[in-house]
């Protein structure tokens, strides 16, 4: 056996050769052929990838695998756990003891190491047996995934999905489902993020249960005339020009804005269940310009204007060429939650270098020390940081600290292959201009 330094030698330039290598010369079937020799080989390389990843292990310092290998590979952290939840079912395992053990998927492992699957095919295997009701055994599951993984080598992603919509009916035949079924498939996702315009799409899989009320709600809220529409109601209501898609959103909004800053709801991190919003002064007196939120929805000025009528809502106003902070208002004074309204508005999400997680999921962190081993409390000290990261620092050696110029510089261990720094993503307006910030 070589060692992987000269098997990534000898890829390296295989694939130098196949870049400079010349098919103008083939026919046009010989052409195809090719194609497909490369993509059999590709989709090779990517299973090898996988086994490689069921054998990184954290070490002292090491955040969580996929953490590490969505930075080092400059992929998403969602591809990142896809990949290690790929590798755990397509590859061979082994027990705590040493002994072999064969993947979870093994007839699709099988094909995929052979080159044979795409990632599309493997998605839709495990989407039938993620859907399977409980009530089938599992005898049945895997002889389906045996000839799901046979069918999948001849067929396209989109045909072995018919195929196994079919299989899917004829092992449910009568469609029952239990409750633990339909409660392992309900959930609310928005899908993406914000669109250019503003507005954002989301996906409902709803439980009978929760369709069923919200019906009830949308046949006072959402009728012609009814929820916060102007148009007269009764035989009037008709003139309504909202169409039923229009009438329930609306409907949705006045539901969910009753309820903000209700007691009931009780606090999320300290904080009463409500929105707060950062702006600056310019924009404020403009009328123009979008404010922001602490879960990084951007809000146009027309809309925080009305929503700031009901007084259940933070808006912080800083001012847009200092960046210093000029006005806090809320609905009452909350001494102890102060410090953290400001901080959402300052930070708006995770302060780490690429970190998504917006405010209202994040947690206070001391830049400079940790309180419990005497750190002060002062704003000027305190931070963001979601749970994730802020374990970094707490047990995995990295550190952190405020620069001049207000923002919090991340650190990590040496030895870790991340990269630290300061993170623009919840500051937009940052991005060109970092480009020519020392």
Same mark, same amino acid.
């Given at each position: 056996m070589c060692s992987i330094d000269e098997a990534l030698a000898a890829l390296e330039s295989a694939v130098e050769l196949l870049g400079a290598a010349d098919i103008d010369g083939l026919?046009?079937?010989?052409?195809?052929a090719v194609i497909e020799l490369l993509e059999n080989a590709l989709r090779r390389q990517v299973a090898i990838s996988h086994a490689h990843i069921t054998r990184?292990?954290?070490?002292?310092?090491?955040?969580?695998?996929?953490?590490?290998?969505?930075?080092?590979?400059?992929?998403?952290r969602a591809a990142a756990?896809?990949?290690?939840?790929d590798a755990e079912q397509l590859t061979p395992r082994a027990t705590l003891i040493g002994e072999p053990l064969p993947?979870?998927?093994?007839?699709?492992?099988?094909?995929?190491?052979? $080159?044979? #699957?795409d990632g599309e095919h493997v998605r839709v295997i495990q989407s039938?047996?993620?859907? !399977?009701?409980?009530?089938?055994?599992?005898?049945?599951?895997?002889?389906?995934?045996?000839?799901l993984a046979r069918h999948a080598q001849n067929?396209?992603?989109?045909?072995?999905?018919?195929?196994?919509q079919r299989l899917a009916m004829h092992l449910n035949p009568d469609g029952k489902y239990s409750e633990e079924d339909r409660a392992r498939k309900? $959930?609310? #996702?928005?899908?993406?993020?914000?669109?250019?315009?503003?507005?954002?799409?989301?996906? !409902?899989v709803a439980t009978p249960e929760l369709r069923a009320m919200i019906d009830a709600v949308f046949a006072k809220l959402a009728a012609p005339g009814g929820g916060d529409s102007?148009?007269?109601s009764g035989e009037a209501g008709q003139a309504d020009p909202r169409g039923l898609g229009q009438r329930q959103h609306d409907a949705l909004t006045e539901l969910v804005r009753a309820r903000l800053g209700d007691p009931k709801l009780g606090r999320h991190n300290g904080l009463p269940v409500t929105m707060i919003v950062t702006t600056t002064l310019q924009e404020l007196q403009a009328g123009a310009g979008d404010a922001v939120t602490a879960g990084g929805t951007l809000m146009p000025m027309a809309d925080l204007i009305r929503a700031a009528v009901p007084s259940y809502n933070y808006l912080a106003v800083f001012d847009g060429i200092t960046g210093q902070s000029l006005w806090l208002g809320r609905s009452k004074r909350l001494a102890s939650a102060d410090q953290r309204v400001m901080l959402l508005a300052k930070y708006r999400g995770c302060t780490a270098p690429g970190c998504t997680v917006n405010g209202y999921n994040s947690q206070v962190h001391h830049a400079a020390r940790d309180w419990k081993y005497g750190g002060s409390t002062d704003i000027d000290d305190l931070t963001l940081a979601c749970k994730c990261d802020n374990r970094l620092v707490e047990n995995s050696g990295w550190t952190t600290r405020q620069l001049s110029t207000g923002r919090t510089e991340w650190i990590p261990p040496p030895g870790v292959p991340l990269i630290g720094g300061t993170n623009s993503y919840h500051h937009p307006e940052r991005l060109l201009a970092d480009e020519d910030d020392p």
């Open positions: 026919a046009g079937p010989q052409r195809f990184l292990e954290r070490y002292p310092g090491c955040p969580p695998v996929p953490i590490v290998l969505a930075d080092v590979l400059r992929i998403s756990r896809r990949r290690v939840r993947p979870l998927l093994p007839a699709t492992g099988a094909a995929w190491g052979a $080159g044979k #699957l039938f047996l993620h859907d !399977l009701p409980t009530h089938v055994g599992p005898v049945e599951a895997e002889k389906a995934e045996r000839s067929l396209r992603p989109d045909q072995l999905e018919k195929v196994a309900r $959930g609310f #996702l928005w899908c993406g993020a914000q669109r250019p315009d503003g507005m954002s799409v989301g996906r !409902l102007q148009a007269p």
